[in-house]
């Protein structure tokens, strides 16, 4: 994502998600209203890419499981 701001807001919308539950990998499906409101819409256990892959290439993707799997 190349939008600093928006992934600042994103990630102080989810913040109270992980400060609650102990969760340490998980997908988190997000919509936003016209008004701009943010709603959670659900967390996926086995969050899937192909969305974001198909619309932004495979090199972010690559990128984060790389790093995760460095640090095993």
Do not use: C
């Not at 990998?25 to 192909?50: A, C, H, M």
């Not at 984060?64 to 640090?71: A, G, I, N, R």
Request: aromatic content about 12%; charged content about 15%; glycine content about 6%.
């Amino acid at each position: 994502m190349d939008e600093p701001d928006l992934l600042a807001e994103l990630q102080a919308f989810v913040q109270p998600v992980f400060a609650r539950f102990p969760i340490a990998w998980v997908g988190i499906d997000l919509i936003q209203s016209t008004s701009g409101k943010w709603y959670l819409l659900e967390l996926n256990s086995g969050p899937r890419f192909q969305h974001y892959i198909q619309h932004n290439g495979p090199e972010t993707v690559v990128a984060m499981y790389q790093k995760l799997l460095s640090h095993l």
